[in-house]
């Protein structure tokens, strides 16, 4: 006999229907670059088989790509940052199976679930200064959180930001963005005045205007790889507070290890921000989120009564599922003591680099902290490679960069990536798992390509040529 079943009991699940990923995948995956091309940024496929890069990945794990034929691919590139545990971590997989599995009353928009207080109170243990925590999507969400809550409290409207910064991309954040090829034909942005990294003169300029909300900075900036000079940070948090404005630290790249400290700020002595943005790593590389941390009396302004309660909000901020990656995120990095390891892993690939120097004259710097360093290539002494250096950069600025980035994936099966438009720097940023044997590999390799170019003839340079005629038939 069959009972009735109760209100309180939950029902059936319904039949799955006919959707199948696998065969879905099986069936049209290799179609993925003409899809492309035809249903969303055609550019992005053009460049890929331009470069090279049009590559047929399977499958992927930790800090390794495979592709169709079992050959792996060392990833130093991280998805810019975003596998900062590399690709599919058994805990922050299992986290995410285990919230998908719990059924949870997720986004109802009127209770207070339990995982975000639980994120967020782990977040804020890394920074003794900061008391809460406003969950959104992306790293340019975290950013435009900062900027809204800023010009609230102090009721200026103007930021200020670093040249050659990278914040983000929508308006507000692009409005803080120091790269006119991002920001061309996108105007009215905000009121915005960029002002060099590490200028305190310049800064204490424009603050002396009085209408200054605050100055958002990435420590060590991601386009170049530059980092912000010794005392910077502290004298220009001391020329805002003076003025009544707010320091906001953009972490998205830069957080959660990247540099061997948990924040890239705290590796100088008394920085306290007021607004602290961060995202990529700390969505476990699954489920995007973003989170901007602040002071106590800045959300209670922004927050400041009832009707006040949803002024800024985002319809999938602190879902479960990023809540769950993050707070996995989180408790891999304390349990297998991911921070000192990049520590170690980093300072051993830099020394590595930086001892190069000397033995190849078209490598001209090696900088950055931790797992994020860049790799500057500068104009040659000898006659013969000056001419061919010469001839790249009146074609492009940039095209010797690429001319290394290429054969590293082509030859070497090693995946990194160009600094910034016209740019000779390459930057790397692996997941911060990589040891030893990685640091190897890729040190190797490195060798053998700046082999190949002070050989000033060969594969390198032809390819080079062919750079230089795509980039001279796209003025």
């Given at each position: 006999m069959t009972t009735a079943r109760s209100a309180s009991q939950p029902s059936e699940p319904a039949p799955s229907?006919?959707?199948?990923?696998?065969?879905?995948?099986?069936?049209?995956?290799?179609?993925?670059y003409e899809?492309?091309?035809?249903?969303?940024?055609?550019?992005?496929?053009?460049?890929?088989?331009?470069?090279?890069?049009?590559?047929?990945?399977?499958?992927?794990?930790?800090?390794?790509?495979?592709?169709?034929?079992?050959?792996d691919y060392l990833d130093m590139l991280a998805g810019f940052g975003v596998m900062g545990l590399g690709r599919h971590h058994p805990v922050v997989r299992k986290a995410l199976h285990d919230v998908l599995d719990a059924d949870l009353a997720d986004?109802?928009?009127?209770?207070?679930?339990?995982?975000?207080?639980?994120?967020?109170?782990?977040?804020?243990?890394?920074?003794?200064?900061?008391?809460?925590?406003?969950?959104?999507?992306?790293?340019?969400?975290?950013?435009?959180?900062?900027?809204?809550?800023?010009?609230?409290?102090?009721?200026?409207?103007?930021i200020l930001y670093c040249a050659h910064a990278f914040h983000g991309l929508t308006t507000g954040s692009l409005s803080v963005n120091g790269e006119s090829g991002f920001r061309d034909g996108f105007a009215p942005l905000l009121p915005d005045t960029a002002v060099p990294l590490g200028d305190l003169d310049a800064l204490a300029r424009e603050l002396k205007r009085g209408d200054v909300a605050a100055l958002i900075v990435e420590?060590?900036?991601?386009?170049?790889?530059?980092?912000?000079?010794?005392?910077?940070?502290?004298?220009?948090?001391?020329?805002?507070?003076?003025?009544?404005?707010?320091?906001?630290?953009?972490?998205?790249?830069?957080?959660?290890?990247?540099?061997?400290d948990f924040y890239a700020y705290q590796h100088e002595e008394g920085v306290e921000p007021d607004l602290v943005c961060v995202a990529k790593a700390l969505s476990g590389g699954y489920v995007p989120v973003g989170a901007t941390l602040g002071r106590d009396w800045i959300f209670k302004k922004v927050y400041a009564s009832m009707d006040r309660v949803l002024v800024h909000s985002a319809s999938f901020g602190s879902n479960a599922q990023a809540m769950a990656a993050g707070l996995a995120v989180l408790s891999v990095m304390e349990n297998e003591q991911i921070v000192a390891g990049v520590r170690a892993t980093g300072e051993l690939l830099r020394s590595r680099l930086t001892a190069l120097i000397d033995r190849y004259e078209l490598l001209a710097d090696v900088r950055g902290r931790g797992l994020m360093i860049g790799i500057e290539f500068g104009r040659p002494r000898s006659l013969k490679l000056r001419g061919q250096w010469t001839m790249l950069q009146t074609a492009r600025k940039g095209l010797f960069a690429q001319m290394v980035v290429v054969p590293l994936l082509q030859r070497h099966r090693i995946l990194t990536q160009v600094s910034g438009d016209h740019l000779e720097v390459i930057k790397l940023i692996p997941p911060l798992i990589i040891g030893e044997r990685e640091v190897d590999r890729f040190v190797t390799a490195f060798t053998a390509v700046m082999d190949d170019a002070h050989s000033?003839?060969?594969?390198?340079?032809?390819?080079?040529?062919?750079?230089?005629?795509?980039?001279?038939?796209?003025r």
């Open positions: 229907g006919t959707f199948d990923l696998a065969a879905l995948l099986a069936e049209r995956g290799a179609e993925r899809l492309h091309a035809r249903y969303l940024n055609h550019q992005l496929p053009r460049m890929l088989h331009t470069i090279g890069f049009d590559k047929v990945y399977e499958r992927a794990e930790g800090a390794y790509f495979w592709d169709a034929d079992g050959d986004l109802t928009r009127f209770d207070c679930q339990p995982l975000p207080g639980l994120l967020a109170e782990r977040l804020l243990a890394h920074s003794s200064h900061l008391d809460r925590v406003f969950f959104g999507n992306s790293g340019t969400e975290a950013v435009e959180t900062a900027l809204k809550f800023a010009r609230y409290v102090t009721g200026r409207p103007r420590p060590i900036q991601g386009k170049g790889v530059h980092e912000a000079p010794p005392g910077y940070l502290r004298a220009a948090q001391e020329l805002l507070r003076r003025h009544k404005a707010l320091l906001i630290a953009d972490e998205v790249q830069t957080g959660l290890g990247r540099t061997g000033g003839s060969g594969l390198m340079w032809d390819f080079g040529k062919t750079l230089m005629r795509q980039a001279v038939a796209n």
